[in-house]
Every structure is written in structure tokens, then in C-alpha cells.
């Protein structure tokens, strides 16, 4: 049997999308084919590629991607995860085939506010709340 395929999907590819895809590769990569894209991709958040590489993954000159490009490509996938919010979850693309498609609400670190060290600490610990519901969809879909 041949690794699930998942997609995760924000608005910008900057940040949840991409924290989410990485530590699914990294935590389950052997399980798991992993990709991320965005609405509108823009450029990788420079505190979410600080606070990754304090978890051992460099997203220094990493591309972000636009999800429509891999829907046009025919791409396919068993689950696709929305990490924004529930608005912008209504304009992601429905993937053909039987997907399952989930939404993780989680906050937009192009939003946090504060000095440079505190976006840093609200960044780490959005890292922390998406590795948490990682390993529990990790649990969830290894168990079924």
C-alpha cells in the first residue's frame, strides 16, 4: 500500500501550510506524501523559517505554490487540509476523487503583533498547536 497523500492549504503558502507539511514529513514521512500550496502564494514567513530550523527543517529558499496549479495538474489527494480561516476554506478548489477534506482553523502569523522576539514566541507557539493536531490526524489515520 503507497503512502496516504495529503495536501495542506492556506492562503499564502507562507506559514500554517507550510509548518504543516514539514512536520508531517518529518514526524511521518514514511506514512505520509506531503505537499502545501496557497490561494495567493506569496513568500515564506521569515519568522516561520527562523522557527523551523529550531525544529531541524531549513525552509531557506523554499517555493511557495498555488493550489489551482496543482489542481489544473490533476494532482490528487486522500485528504486536503485547510490550516485558515474557515472563509478562505470556501474558496479552496474541490479536488476530484475521494478526498477528505478538513479544516484546522489556525491563526495568521502575518497578523501577530509586537516586537520582533514576541511575533517569534507567537510563532513558535503556533508550531506547537499544528504539531499537536499533526500528531493526532498522524493517530487518527494510522489507526483507520
Known sequence: MGK????????????????????????AGELFEVQ????????????????????????????????FELYKAGKLYEYVVTVCDPEVDDKCPVFPG??????????????????EESKLAQVRDLKEQIKKKIEDFIQTVSSS
Open 4 to 27: 496516504t497523500k495529503v495536501l495542506f492549504v492556506c492562503e499564502h503558502n507562507s506559514a500554517r501550510s507550510q509548518i504543516s507539511e514539514e512536520l508531517l514529513r518529518k514526524m
Open 36 to 67: 502545501s500550496a496557497g490561494l495567493e502564494p506569496g513568500m515564506i514567513n521569515p519568522f516561520v523559517v527562523e522557527v523551523m530550523k529550531e525544529e531541524g527543517v531549513d525552509l531557506t529558499g523554499k517555493q511557495t505554490r498555488d493550489v
Open 98 to 115: 475521494i478526498v477528505k477534506r478538513c479544516n484546522w482553523p489556525f491563526p495568521d502569523p502575518s497578523r501577530f503583533e509586537g516586537t
